[in-house]
């Protein structure tokens, strides 16, 4: 694999050139860190360095997939506490630092064994923990069981706990994907011109129960047409009773900022994953906007920023899926998303980024 060239910058040539890179007040881009803990301080120094001359003010390190924590956690099996090693290297490069964790998803051994009924179940009867689907990750939790609920918050206040941490990023907030972005039928086989059971989710015993009795009728054995609508809506609240009730809440306790990854939309993200995120109670909301995964151009990035920012009150950062584009197409796909009133984009990831990536994304905010 080619490394980026690295490059070293006096104090007073680096405060110029930040001074020049650096975005708009009233403009904020971010960019997701997935975990690496090979590279040294010397080098997380001198790529938050780049980043921040090159008009990122946030950062997303991926400190919780699921399973083991790369945090001082005292609830989670502990990786590392990689995160405290980027924390104030983050901190002497003037960036903000937003844990991102996994939600949904929970692979820790020890909750599959002792909570097998705590896990999402499809329209078939088989559970996440034992049947996922398309990938042997999508091990997802019940969004709606208490426990669940109580299990994910704890998470959300270990890390809003941390006094350095500007806030806590949510990622896979959601059912599994009842439909996935077009591009990736082929790579998994199927067609989903509709939602078919293997991928109709939210049926797990507790589930089925809350609803009959709210509606005298098991969700598992409705006719066509049968509470349709009354089913579709409880499951998008089972998601939104999660973010607004439980963690929300949690970070907010401990002064800290809350936002999440969200499907495009919220339109597309209510029919493919029923996240209906335009009801959340977040700080800041930062859609994934992966034009190549729906066969789309950078127009439709355009179109999906301008319905969030009609939804929602609070900033939108459009996600942008940095590897599918040339220089021209990222600068071109920024501007784009500013246009459509976006308040800053964010890059996925950093390890698709380059010099020629940075200076594209350098001239793309100073216009």
């Given amino acids: 694999m080619l490394r980026r060239r690295e490059f070293f910058l006096a104090p007073a040539a680096l405060a110029a050139l930040r001074s020049a890179a650096a975005a708009p007040a009233s403009l904020k881009n971010w960019c997701w860190i997935p975990t690496n803990t090979r590279r040294t301080a010397d080098d997380w120094k001198r790529r938050f360095e780049q980043m921040r001359a090159s008009g990122i003010a946030a950062i997303l390190p991926e400190v919780y997939a699921g399973n083991e924590a790369f ?8 990786k590392s506490d990689w995160l405290g090693m980027l924390l104030p290297l983050a901190k002497a490069a003037g960036l903000e630092v937003h844990a991102w964790m996994w939600s949904m998803p929970c692979l820790n051994p020890a909750i599959l064994e002792a909570h097998p009924d705590w896990y999402n179940v499809n329209a078939l009867g088989e559970s996440a923990a034992t049947k996922p689907a398309y990938v042997p990750y999508y091990k997802f939790l019940d969004p709606g069981r208490p426990e669940v609920r109580e299990f994910v918050r704890d998470t959300v206040r270990e890390l809003a706990s941390i006094p350095e ?4 990023h949510l990622d896979y907030i959601r059912h599994p994907d009842a439909i996935l972005p077009t591009t990736l039928w082929k790579k998994y086989n199927i067609v989903q011109d509709r ?16 609803f009959k009795k709210k509606y005298s009728a098991d969700p598992m054995s409705l006719k066509p047409g049968q509470l349709e609508a009354e089913w579709f809506q409880f499951r998008l609240d ?3 009773g999660l973010v607004n009730d439980y ?10 900022q809350i936002t999440a990854a969200v499907f495009p939309g919220p339109t597309l993200a209510r029919k493919m994953v029923r996240q209906d995120w335009g009801r959340w109670n977040l700080d800041g909301f930062l859609p994934m906007l992966y034009h190549s995964f729906y066969d789309a151009s950078p127009e439709w990035v355009g179109e999906q920023t301008r319905e969030a920012v009609a939804t929602v009150s609070k900033p939108v950062y459009s996600g942008l899926f940095v590897s599918a584009m040339d220089e021209a197409t990222l600068a071109r796909t920024i ?5 459509a009133g976006a308040s800053g984009v964010s890059l996925f990831s950093d390890g698709a980024m380059n010099d020629a990536r940075w200076a594209a994304m350098q001239n793309a905010i100073r216009k």
């Fill in 71 to 78: 945090f001082a956690s005292t609830r989670l099996p502990v």
């Fill in 195 to 210: 939602v078919y059971p293997p991928y109709d989710y939210g049926y797990s015993e507790y589930e089925r129960a809350q």
């Fill in 335 to 339: 501007g784009i998303a500013r246009a």
């Fill in 165 to 168: 941490l500007a806030g806590v």
């Fill in 238 to 240: 089972m998601v939104t």
């Fill in 247 to 256: 963690l929300a809440p949690a970070a907010h306790s401990k002064g800290k």
